[in-house]
Nanobody, 120 residues
Framework: QVQLVESGGGLVQPGGSLRLSCAAS????????MRWYRQAPGEERELVAG????????NYADSVKGRFTISRDNAKNTVYLQMNSLKPEDTAVYFC?????????????WGQGTQVTVSS
C-alpha cells in the first residue's frame, strides 16, 4: 500500500518560516520525481516545486522562487519543502506528489495534504 504522509503545516505570521515533510512508503522512493502542490480555497491546485528522482534538478513556481527550497533524502524516503519569508498568499493546503513514467503511462500518488496558514 502506497502512502505519502505530509507534516509540518500550521499557522505562521507573515515573514515566518515552515518546513514541510512528506514521508513515502510502499514505493521505490528513489525512482520517483517528487513535487509539492498547493490549493487555496476556490482556486485550482498549482505546482509549487519539483525535484528529480536523484535530487539533481529542481524547479519552482515564479511566486516562490528565492523563498522556498525543495530537497529530498532518499535514504529516509522523505521530501522536504523549506518555506521562508512566508506571505498571506502562501496560505493553502500543500500536497505531496510522487510521479514517474512507465511503459503504461504515468504512475503517481498523492498525499492527503497539510494546511499552511500565513496570518498575523
Amino acid at each position: 500500500q502506497v502512502q505519502l504522509v505530509e507534516s509540518g503545516g500550521g499557522l505562521v505570521q507573515p515573514g515566518g518560516s515552515l518546513r514541510l515533510s512528506c514521508a513515502a512508503s510502499g514505493i521505490t522512493f528513489s525512482t520517483y520525481a517528487m513535487r509539492w502542490y498547493r490549493q487555496a480555497p476556490g482556486e485550482e491546485r498549482e505546482l509549487v516545486a519539483g525535484i528529480s528522482s536523484a535530487g539533481s534538478n529542481t524547479n519552482y513556481a515564479d511566486s516562490v522562487k528565492g523563498r522556498f527550497t525543495i530537497s529530498r533524502d532518499n535514504a529516509k524516503n522523505t521530501v522536504y519543502l523549506q518555506m521562508n519569508s512566508l506571505k498571506p498568499e502562501d496560505t493553502a493546503v500543500y500536497f505531496c506528489n510522487a510521479a514517474k513514467g512507465t511503459a503504461w503511462g504515468i504512475d503517481q500518488y498523492w498525499g492527503q495534504g497539510t494546511q499552511v496558514t500565513v496570518s498575523s
